[in-house]
């Protein structure tokens, strides 16, 4: 909404259109992050930061409203230290890759973005997309950009992060805003 | 590495709330099998590097002690040399 000069601003003003619907640093170790209960935002926007109990690389994985049928595709560009690369997948997976994070060593961890458009819509299929970096060492990183598609149609409710192999360590964080 | 049973976490953006549920015993099971796979792709991953990273050396050391400027020459178009 537009303000005037002089207007006093009330703190639901500024929240009305984005507001931080959750964060977390994790306690222990964790096999997989959901939000549930996530209230009707046009657009969600999660940042993350972890690193993993297994040996990596390892993909991070998106999943939507529990769905673990193969109602997903994705398409991703990346560079590992330096070495242009890719993937993708048509129509046909049970998940959605939206970044890779490592094990090896303590006090490396990956980070992210990822926005999920399309949230509240009642036409058209969930768009995802993410960028991301990934240290597991002085000398090895990676960084990326993905894109995602999820064949439901929303308003959605809940969903789910996790490691393709391993679980997230303590310390990792994940914190959710919620954009109209 | 994976002595500690990882849990479920269900952050509830309604109430706000943080729940935790560990793994089941089967789920448990499945995820200290990945984990060793795992660690077995990594350990064949740094071994193949250092195996190629060894071969790496040795073959630079052999144009280097080369009398002829061409065989160098000829390595560093091939990508061999630096």
């Known amino acids: 909404m537009p303000f005037t000069a002089g207007q006093r601003i009330l703190a639901s003003y500024l929240n009305a259109q984005v507001s931080m619907l959750q964060k977390t640093v994790l306690t222990s170790t964790t096999a997989s992050v959901t939000f549930s209960s996530i209230p009707v935002y046009t657009r969600l926007v999660v940042f993350w930061r972890v690193r993993l109990s297994a040996s990596g690389p ?6 939507v409203d529990g769905d673990t049928n193969a109602d997903y ?4 560009v990346d560079a590992i230290n330096g070495t242009a690369g890719g993937s993708h997948a ?5 998940s959605i890759i939206i970044g890779t994070a490592d094990g090896n060593t303590a006090n490396y961890f990956a980070s992210g973005d990822l926005s999920l458009d399309g949230w509240a819509n009642t036409s058209g299929y969930l768009t995802a ?9 002085l000398t090895t990183d990676a960084v990326g950009a993905v894109g ?33 | 590495m994976d002595g500690e049973r990882p849990a479920h976490l269900v952050l509830d953006c309604g109430t706000g709330t943080e729940t935790y549920t560990p793994l089941s015993d089967q789920e448990w099971a499945e995820h200290r099998q990945a984990l060793a796979a795992a660690q077995a ?4 991953r740094a ?11 040795r073959v630079r050391a052999l144009v280097d002690a080369h009398p002829d400027p061409l065989v160098k020459l000829l390595a560093q178009r091939a990508g061999l040399a630096p």
């Not at chain 1, 048509?90 to 049970?94: D, K």
């Not at chain 1, 997309?129 to 060492?137: E, K």
């Not at chain 2, 071994?47 to 050396?57: G, L, M």
């Open chain 1, 58 to 63: 390892q993909n991070i994985l998106l999943q």
């Open chain 1, 73 to 76: 595709l994705w398409n991703f």
């Open chain 1, 90 to 94: 048509g129509l046909g997976t049970s």
């Open chain 1, 129 to 137: 997309s993410g960028t991301w970096a990934n240290f597991s060492t």
């Open chain 1, 148 to 180: 995602g598609l999820f064949v439901g149609v929303g308003p959605h409710s809940s969903f789910l992060l996790k490691p393709a192999s391993g679980s997230f360590v303590a310390g990792s964080q994940f914190s959710l805003y919620g954009y109209n």
């Open chain 2, 41 to 44: 792709e990594a350990q064949d």
């Open chain 2, 47 to 57: 071994a193949e590097a250092e195996a190629k990273a060894a071969e790496d050396k």
